[in-house]
């Protein structure tokens, strides 16, 4: 079964552009969570979305927004690029979100690396 | 806001054990979880522990819950260079969101 799979890899942006980050959650699965790692911050939760709905958010202003299509794959957008923004963005899937009986493993892919000049 | 602390850096000797400590403050928390991350890589999830467990073990892996103290921990038995890595402590809060702590660098000296 293939991973979950991040594109692009690497990117290179200027600040004020808008950047958009592709993610295909493993086959079957129907989470698929946004998370932002830094060296100083850690790894930050950023959104959740189950079935095209957004069903978790993380303290992160306006500027970051994600969607979901019907095949489970997962986008997100980051408008007016700060400094700041540059990160490690990954992405992990998930079967199904489930409180209770489920651990609900996470998978994660390999991630984006954004560089804002 | 719920939080996960972690010390930034360990090392130790390979052959020895490692026992990376993670605390949290959602007292709701459901499970909790130890990720690895290798160099230029995605986190992969080591084990976890449901709540009302007090301890898990997985090979060269014990993980130790003191849900009173709020505490938990990852062992690792018979370190080696292959251990070497970041590793994550994570709680899933009552709102099903995975909190990550800021990760504890394990360096293993020959």
């Known amino acids: 079964k293939a991973g979950v799979t991040q594109t692009p890899r690497y990117l290179i942006k200027t600040r004020g552009q808008q950047v958009t980050l592709s993610c295909s959650p493993i086959?079957?699965?129907?989470?698929v969570s946004w998370y932002q790692q830094t060296p100083g911050q850690g790894l930050q939760f950023l959104f959740e979305?189950?079935?095209?709905?957004?069903?978790n958010k993380g303290n992160f202003p306006g500027r970051f927004s994600g969607r979901q299509f019907s095949n489970s794959r997962s986008e997100m957008n980051v408008s007016t690029l700060e400094l700041g923004d540059s990160a490690l963005y990954l992405c992990?899937?998930?079967?199904?979100?489930?409180?209770?009986?489920?651990?609900?493993?996470?998978?994660f892919g390999p991630g984006t690396r954004l560089t804002v000049l | 806001g719920e939080d996960v602390e972690q010390s930034l850096f360990l090392s130790v000797r390979e052959g020895d054990s490692s026992v990376i400590n993670c605390t949290y403050t959602?007292?709701?928390?459901?499970?909790l979880y130890w990720y690895k991350q290798e160099p230029g890589a995605g986190l992969q999830l080591l084990t976890y522990?449901?709540?009302?467990?007090d301890m898990k073990q997985d090979q060269r892996l014990t993980v130790l819950l003191n849900k009173k103290d709020k505490h938990l921990s990852l062992r690792i038995a018979d370190t080696q260079t292959g251990d070497s890595a970041i590793y994550f402590c994570?709680?899933?809060?009552?709102?099903?969101?995975?909190?990550f702590g800021k990760g504890t660098r394990l360096h293993i000296l020959p």
């Open positions: 979305y189950f079935s095209e709905t957004q069903r």
């Open positions: 522990i449901f709540s009302n467990m």
């Open positions: 959602d007292s709701s928390s459901t499970y």
């Open positions: 086959s079957g699965h129907r989470s």
């Open positions: 992990a899937s998930s079967l199904n979100v489930a409180g209770g009986s489920s651990y609900n493993e996470q998978f």
């Open positions: 994570a709680e899933r809060d009552r709102d099903d969101k995975i909190i």
